[in-house]
């Protein structure tokens, strides 16, 4: 059975740890890109607010869907944490070029992660998110828990990127 309190755990975790990572960074550290070809800390934030989005909008589908499967769980967290693949993020997550203010998108992380804990807080039935599940564009069919696993593992993948362009810019 899904537990949504360790899965909310888990989400307030990576969050924090996100937030930690990005506070005390000025307007032009967080704006600064490594390179032409690399996101700035602060587009990689309003990419991780746009999946999160994605993946809430992929949850909801997922359980209204009335043709739903049943799907396997996959090994999320040993593609997601390994850095050494590259993953080219899809246009619906990619990031706006900026510039950000550091509270504006602290402003849309609440926002995408309140709306996440709402749908979340919606389930009344814990089998729906073992029974249910909604096609991923990367990982294929995926069961409607592991959309909210994504959500925190998404993070914590972006957390060492965001790790490495600081120790790029700083």
Known sequence: MVELEVL?????????????????????????????????????????????????????????????????AKPLQLYLLDRTKKIDAPSIVAPSMGPFELQQILNLLEESRANLLTVMDGVKDKTVLTEKSAKHPLFGYLPLYQWIENVYLHDQRHIEQIKEIKSEIL
């Open 8 to 72: 909310r755990e888990r989400l307030a975790e990576a969050r924090s740890q996100l937030i930690n990572e990005i506070q005390n960074l000025g307007f032009d550290g967080f704006n600064k890109s490594p390179g032409e070809s690399s996101w700035s800390v602060a587009q990689v934030c309003h990419h991780l607010y746009l999946a999160e989005k994605s993946f809430t909008s992929g949850l909801i589908y997922g359980m209204k869907s009335e043709k739903s499967q049943k799907a396997d």
